[in-house]
């Protein structure tokens, strides 16, 4: 009988964001939304003084195209804000799911539907299979970092099933024609995307750490 050989793994460690770097997508956030009102004045405003004047002419006056051009720029701006912030939540979703792949080599039976990071981020891009991709997600984080959790004698300090749950209603919501609802949808949908992620990121803190494990 050959002698059984026993030998270590070493399971890397995944580095959470800087909070410093959410924080200033949260902002970033608030900036683009408040430059989002603006342009859409600064663009808005001139063309009805100019429709008001009886239509558009082939020269706009000197306030109305300098209020255009301002409000351009500043949908520019609100658009890289925008996208800023969109990539940062991306990194954190991905780190976030890369740091659950350590529990199929823990806990295989407990990993079997687990989505590669890859898997989980790309998801949220296809049109429609989204709204309901969300919600497993984000929930999967509790599910699956409860286990690595206790595997690794750790403490999750990650998103609840029930928070996830609460943001992928919320972005449903905010999706709709709730046109009356829709300023207080994007403000909450603001909050609770920034707190998602600082909780995500808690998560790759604690069970991120590098670790080794017999086979």
Known sequence: IEPKV?????????????????????ISTWIAIALGIISSLLFLIPMAGELSRGGLRDELSGVAAGGIILGVLAMSVFMAAML??????????????????????ISPG?????????????????PMYNFYW??????GFEKYGVELARARGLTYKGPTSGFAKGFGILCLLSVTLLLPLFPLLIVALT?????????????ITVLGRP????R
Do not use: H
């Open 6 to 26: 026993e030998y270590q793994v070493t399971i890397p460690q995944v580095e959470p964001v800087s909070r410093g770097l959410i924080t200033f997508a949260f």
């Open 84 to 105: 800023f912030t969109a990539i940062v939540y991306m990194v954190v979703l991905y780190r976030g799911w890369k740091c659950l792949q350590s529990l199929r080599l």
């Open 211 to 214: 670790f080794m494990i017999d």
């Open 134 to 139: 969300i919600f497993p997600c984000y929930m």
């Open 191 to 203: 909050i609770m995307s920034y707190m998602l992620a600082l909780r995500i990121n808690d998560m």
């Open 110 to 126: 407990s990993a079997l539907d687990m989505p590669t990071p890859g898997t989980a981020l790309g998801l949220l891009f296809i």
